[in-house]
């Protein structure tokens, strides 16, 4: 499975980003698909996850309300909408797919990784 992020930026605060995350190499339909994002100096963080029929998403306190997962099947893609962009919100955000359709929020879990893309917010 091959996972490609893009979409990241520069944005002030307060302001919306949508990030794609193109998936590739094989069927996916039992994946569940994550967004984890990493600030410098601290570990990767859950921020959203959904399983691949869309029925079930999940969100920490810190992005819920502001962030929307959710995905578009004609085009194998996973979208993250970002809303109400926050400076503590400034991150590298990588998307991940686990071999389960069962959630989990550990990094751990997932096998596969996109190569990340900078996510940056201006106060």
């Known amino acids: 499975v091959q996972l490609q992020a893009s979409g990241g930026g520069l944005v002030q605060a307060g302001g919306s980003l949508r990030l794609s995350c193109a998936v590739s190499?094989?069927?996916?339909?039992?994946?569940?698909m994550g967004w984890f994002r990493q600030a410098p100096g601290k570990e990767r963080k859950f921020v959203a996850g959904m399983n691949w029929s869309g029925t079930s998403t999940y969100y920490p306190d810190s992005v819920k309300g502001r962030f929307t997962i959710s995905r578009d099947n004609a085009k194998d893609t996973v979208i993250l909408q970002m809303n109400s962009l926050k400076p503590e919100d400034t991150a590298v955000y990588y998307c991940?797919?686990?071999?389960?359709?069962?959630?989990?929020?550990?990094?751990?879990?997932?096998?596969?990784w996109g190569q990340g893309t900078q996510v940056t917010v201006s106060s």
């Open positions: 190499g094989r069927a996916f339909s039992t994946y569940f």
């Open positions: 991940a797919s686990r071999n389960s359709t069962y959630v989990s929020t550990a990094p751990s879990a997932f096998q596969y």
